[in-house]
Every structure is written in C-alpha cells, then in structure tokens.
C-alpha cells in the first residue's frame, strides 16, 4: 500500500507566510538575538541581496526575502499587492486545486 503524502512539508504548519523585507540579513540577526532563530537556508541574490532565506523559531518557520522592487510581486511600498500566504491542508487538496482571493 501507498505510503499518504502529507500536503505540509515535514517542519511547516498549516500557514505559512514569504516577507519581503528591507535588509535580509539584518533581519536574521536581529532574529537571531530577539527570538533564538536558528537559520535554515539562505539563497544569495544580486547585489549582496538574498532571494530566500528560511529560519526556524521554536517550531514554526519563517520565510523572507529582500524586496528587489517592482521585479517581484512582494509589497513593501505602497500601491504593491503583498504575496499571499501559503496555506497547506489536506482539505484543500481535497476540495480545490487552487484558491484565489482579491486583496
């Protein structure tokens, strides 16, 4: 028989949210020392930006990335539409291949 493939990858939760933020690197020190986050992954990007980083706080994971402007669809300036979160349930997989919303 088929071992069941979760729809949550091993170390995620159902919800799971992609910043963009402003100096990456910074934030994962300032992370680091306010919270304990324990760096997972860092993708390094142009520019001595990163184009993903991954940390774990407790047991949750929190991705984020440099904003690299209006190349990309992450929102820190105003008029922007924010990346919505990644939502992962195994209702979902049952009920939808997609969900859309306006922002």
């Known amino acids: 028989m088929a071992k ?12 799971t949210t992609h910043l963009a933020v402003s ?14 986050a324990e760096v997972i992954s860092g993708s390094p990007g142009p520019g001595g930006k990163l184009m993903h980083a991954q940390v774990c706080i407790g047991d949750s994971i929190l991705m984020f990335a440099d904003d690299f402007g209006a190349k990309f669809s ?30």
Not at 23 to 36: E, R, V
Not at 85 to 94: A, I, Q, Y
């Open 23 to 36: 100096n990456a690197a910074k934030y994962i020190d300032f992370l680091k020392k306010a919270l304990g």
């Open 4 to 15: 069941a493939i979760s729809p949550i990858p091993a170390g995620f939760r159902s919800l």
């Open 74 to 103: 992450m929102a820190t300036q105003p008029g922007r539409k924010p990346s919505p979160p990644g939502v992962k349930s195994p209702c979902l997989l049952e009920t939808s291949s997609g969900a859309t919303a306006t922002v």
